[in-house]
């Protein structure tokens, strides 16, 4: 009964903290690349969510680990990301010699 | 309390700290650093729960690849010592209180719920069930995701290509 | 797996030629011989031999509620006690069949008339190959419209609708040179944008209540009375009824938003022809011809009736003032519109749609006859430097005239027929079924006689009289082929003959029943939509007698004194425009005379509306409640909360100053489009600052709000 392992609270409040200092992360950096960091951690609590799952409601999934897939998937999705981010991001800089985001008002109208 | 119970809840403190970090460290490359840790937490915790596969995918892709990618890029864009990486607190009380409601409301919904419990999660050799779903029911999302990673990487190289929408004013690059 | 009707993939092919023609079209389109204007044309004429077959099919069961209809799967996500489900498809009934008919063929004929017209266009890098695109616009136009007839739910409908609101957008300020241009496009673009928010609210107030998009559900549901409960205070059918019916003013240009349609002149005159004659101010009737049982459930008949009785009858007296030849045709296209819209409301439905098809056949004749003349008096549009033309261009005026015949309710064309069917549906509505709306009569008759009155006028100040212009007049002479082929074809189905009688057995043995119009396949065919099994009742929507029948009853006591009054009020138009402008017999000073001077100036003004919306609801409401909120911002809420918004509110403020009238145009929109007060639309352009983090913040806060409300929070 007792223990942290099998206690499924555990996991989903480290990506509940994931998802919430993640989306504050994205919210104040003053940076593009901080932004992308706090993107990360989110993909990393929504992540760990689908494993904790998979884990414990295994006898409703008929053998097939749905929930590791799903987490397999966020991690090449996020591998692609960070290409294209960086990519932005030197772009961004070369021409305009910084990063930060607030600079980048294009889409105002 | 065994030592997949304490292996457990130092990857929790480790993760839940090192997140801290990530948020709220005014240098973008502490922050950074910061990331790696809580990233090496996830993947404890994918170990404990019996994915082994994706806690060494974790590992690689994660730890060794998007953090390299990530510190790289803060070290080309910017001079970081100079940046502090957050703005003022006026800038920061809007997002903080939202981030925070956000954060209380997944935490009292985790902690709401009456979740199944089991005894310790099962641990067995996950690779061959992954490569079996990802050629079963998940063939065709792979298949896509295998296209995304593609456009997706010409996509980047286009991007940082160079003068890329110069070139028919004949650049230094043809 | 069930079997399709193969009828169901002829319709898919016909939106996706041309959406093919368009692909082609904008990736290769300059590189093509003739930059392409063939593959546009081809396409759409294989989607009129395509929709053809569709009519055929539809002629040969010849029965009222013949429908094919064929549904996919796209999403369904969702459990069973929270149902989320999409099904779209696609269904073809006698509206459609008719539809796809009508809106091919003139397609295929203003495509037609566009490669002679716009041949200054042709391959010149200067003008950025904007003759290729100019086909593009035209071919993805004409593949939304297609596909809004085909689509059997609102879903598609809404997609496609707002494809059509883009490409009138491009093709109005096609010429982008002209600051006009520019300016009218923009204006076309955001004023239906006010029209399409109340559509889209009202989609998904519907969605949440029936739990689809699709119409055979929708009128179940109806049927069924799933729409009778309380929605924000109101009947759940009339709030719904009430905002789709927004969606139709705002496309078909009905008053209070009518500002947009005169002003889309700027385009080119095909595009006038296509958009806003035949196809796209089409769509918002044909809209709430779907939306019928709904818009009747609701009770909100009435005042669609108003709103199209004062669209008519102020587009008309506007029409008769204007001098240039193609605001004279954008009014009264205002003012037919105006009609099917009051006929809806008046539950002549049959005679609605029958309007919305003869209109635009002889509607889009009429533009491309005048855009025939603007080319041959090398792009003179004021009527008062013409004159004369009937020598020089023969089939244009006789096509012009063939077809201003139709429009002004002459027996033995078209318009005379549908035009009636709908005068005798005002007529028993208003006069013989509720007394207390005699307004909704005397402003269609009123109409139909101004309407006769301006069209002549149009007709004598252009092709008879002397030349007022030598230089021009000289020079004038028909197009190609492909330029008169579309009028004569146009012309010659604005021809009572098509519409009414009997085609299948003996072509002229009913010649007695055009003048009657009593017989007609257009009548037997085209019938209100059955609601589960019961038809709708029509004559419910708020007045003591029920029941369709009461309806037809009235329908056709009114139909002879409608007829002959109409003949009479025809007449007297046509009479009256001789005397002043064809023989001369009466000076058109003296007329003008006849008024007082406010009168004029209400006219020339356009009732003000322009002026109120741009002078005083923008510049003195709007604009300075954005000061306020910059203020407010700047002194407290910026010192607590957010930092940065202040900055942005009052450089927002200051450029206010220099915007000129699109900007200002623009930003009433963004205040009314948003369905709030101007005040909120204010606040909402200092959130819109191009910012990704404040666009991230906004999007979370109204996640905790939804937390809030779910009590989750």
């Known amino acids: 009964m007792s223990g942290l392992a099998n206690n499924l609270n555990v996991y989903l409040s480290l990506a509940a903290i994931f998802f919430g200092l993640g989306l504050l992360t994205a919210l104040t950096r003053k940076n593009s690349i901080g932004i992308f960091m706090g993107v990360e951690l989110m993909l990393n609590g929504a992540g760990l969510n689908f494993v904790a799952f998979n884990a414990f409601l295994k006898d409703r999934s008929d053998g097939w680990l749905h929930g590791q897939v799903f987490s397999l998937f966020i991690i090449i999705l996020a591998a692609i990301e960070a290409a294209v981010a960086l990519a932005i991001v030197l772009r961004f800089f070369g021409s305009k010699q910084t990063i930060d985001p607030d600079v980048a008002v294009g889409l105002r109208g | 309390m065994t030592f997949v119970d304490f292996f457990v809840g130092f990857c929790f403190l480790l993760g839940a700290l090192s997140a801290v970090v990530v948020a709220f460290h005014p240098n973008i490359l502490y922050a950074a650093v910061a990331l790696v840790f809580s990233l090496l937490s996830v993947a404890g915790l994918y170990g404990a729960l019996g994915a082994d596969f994706l806690a060494a995918a974790q590992l690689i892709i994660y730890v060794g690849g998007i953090i390299v990618v990530i510190l790289f890029a803060v070290m080309m864009s910017e001079d970081v010592y100079k940046n502090r990486g957050v703005g003022g607190w006026k800038g920061f009380f809007a997002p903080f209180i939202i981030s925070v409601a956000v954060l209380w409301a997944l935490l009292k919904l985790v902690n709401q719920a009456n979740w199944p419990r089991i005894d310790v999660p099962v641990r067995e050799h996950t690779v061959e069930a992954i490569g079996r779903a990802l050629v079963g029911p998940y063939a065709l999302v792979f298949q896509y995701v295998a296209i995304v990673l593609l456009a997706g990487l010409i996509g980047a190289v286009v991007i940082a290509r160079p003068h890329y929408h110069e070139k028919s004013s004949g650049s230094n690059l043809e | ?713």
Not at chain 3, 361 to 379: E, N, Q, R, T
Not at chain 3, 387 to 398: D, N, V, Y
Request: hydrophobic content about 50%; charged content about 15%; glycine content about 10%.
């Open chain 3, 1 to 713: 797996m069930e079997s399709v009707d193969p009828l169901i993939y002829t319709a898919l092919w016909i939106p996706t030629l041309p959406l093919l023609a368009y692909v082609i079209q904008t990736a290769f389109g300059v590189k093509l011989p003739r930059m392409g204007d063939w593959l546009s044309t081809g396409a759409i004429f294989a989607s009129f031999l395509l929709a053809c077959r569709i009519f055929a099919a539809m002629w040969s069961a010849n029965d009222p509620n013949w429908a094919v209809s064929h549904a996919w799967k796209w999403i369904d996500v969702g459990t069973e006690t929270i149902p989320f489900k999409l099904i779209v498809g696609v269904r073809l009934d006698n509206i459609a069949a008719i539809m796809l008919l009508m809106v091919t063929l003139c397609a295929t004929l203003i495509h037609l008339f566009s490669t002679g017209y716009m041949r200054d266009h042709h391959g010149k890098p200067e003008d950025g190959y904007r003759y290729a695109s100019f086909f593009s616009f035209l071919s993805l136009f004409t593949a939304s419209m297609l596909g809004l007839v085909i689509s059997d739910n609102l879903l598609t409908l809404f997609m496609c609708w707002e494809l059509m609101g883009l490409c009138s957008y491009l093709l109005i300020g096609f010429y982008r040179h002209k600051t006009s241009a520019a300016n009218a496009s923009l204006k076309a673009f955001m004023t239906t944008r006010v029209g399409d928010t109340g559509l889209f609210i009202g989609m998904l107030a519907l969605f949440g209540i029936v739990g689809s998009f699709r119409f055979e559900d929708i009128y179940r549901a109806v049927g069924e009375g799933a729409l009778s409960g309380q929605l924000l205070g109101f009947t759940a059918a009339g709030f719904i009824g009430f905002l789709i019916f927004l969606g139709t003013v705002g496309k078909s240009a009905q008053f209070p938003l009518q500002v947009w349609l005169p002003d889309a002149m700027e385009g080119p005159t095909p595009v006038s022809a296509l958009i806003h004659a035949a196809t796209m101010v089409a769509a918002g009737v044909y809209l709430i011809i779907r939306m019928f049982p709904i818009l009747e459930a609701g009770h909100v008949l009435t005042l669609v009736a108003y709103v199209g009785a004062t669209t008519a009858l102020l587009a008309a007296i506007l029409a008769i003032k204007q001098n240039d030849i193609k605001k004279v045709l954008a009014y009264s296209t205002l003012s037919q519109l105006g009609y099917m819209v009051m006929a809806v409301g008046v539950g002549a439905f049959t005679a609605a749609f029958f309007h919305l098809i003869t209109h635009a056949v002889f509607k889009a004749c009429l533009f491309m006859s005048s855009g025939s003349v603007i080319y041959a008096m090398h792009h003179e549009q004021d009527m008062r430097n013409m004159g004369g033309l009937k020598k020089k261009l023969p089939i244009t005026f006789a096509a012009m005239f063939i077809t201003t015949l139709a429009i002004s309710g002459v027996p033995a064309f078209s318009g005379f027929v549908s035009k009636d069917m709908i005068l005798a549906g005002v007529l028993g509505f208003g006069f013989f079924n509720n007394p207390d709306h005699m307004f909704l009569p005397i402003a269609a008759f009123l109409t139909a006689g101004l309407t006769a009155f301006y069209m002549f006028r149009l007709i004598f100040m252009t092709f008879f009289g002397k030349p007022h212009d030598h230089h021009h007049y000289e020079e004038a002479h028909e197009g190609g082929w492909n330029m008169w082929l579309p009028l004569a074809v146009l012309a010659f189905f604005s021809l009572a003959i098509f519409y009414t009688g009997s085609l299948t057995g003996g072509l002229f043995g009913g010649a007695d029943k055009i003048f009657g119009a009593s017989n007609d396949w257009f009548k037997n065919l085209v019938q209100v939509p059955r609601l589960g099994s019961t038809l709708v009742e029509a004559g419910a929507h708020g007045h003591e007698t029920g029941g369709h029948h009461g309806f037809e009853h009235y329908e056709h006591l009114a139909h002879m004194p409608a007829m002959i009054l109409s003949l009479i009020l025809a007449g007297l138009g046509i009479g009256v425009s001789f005397l002043v402008y064809g023989s001369k017999k009466i000076s058109s000073e003296k007329l003008s005379n006849l008024w007082p001077k406010f009168v004029h100036k209400l006219i020339d003004n356009l009732y003000y509306f322009d002026f109120f919306y741009i002078k005083i609801f923008i510049q003195k409401f709007l604009m300075p409640s954005a000061d306020k909120i910059a203020k407010f911002d700047d002194n407290v809420i910026d010192r607590i909360v957010v930092d940065g918004w202040s900055d942005v509110a009052k450089v927002g403020y200051k450029s206010a100053g220099t915007f000129d009238d699109v900007v200002v145009d623009g930003v009433m929109v963004d205040g009314l489009g948003g369905g709030i007060p101007s005040v909120f639309g204010a606040s909402l352009r200092t959130l819109q600052n191009g910012k990704i983090q404040r666009y991230l913040l906004v999007a979370v806060a109204a996640l905790v709000v939804l937390f809030f409300f779910r009590g989750i929070l």
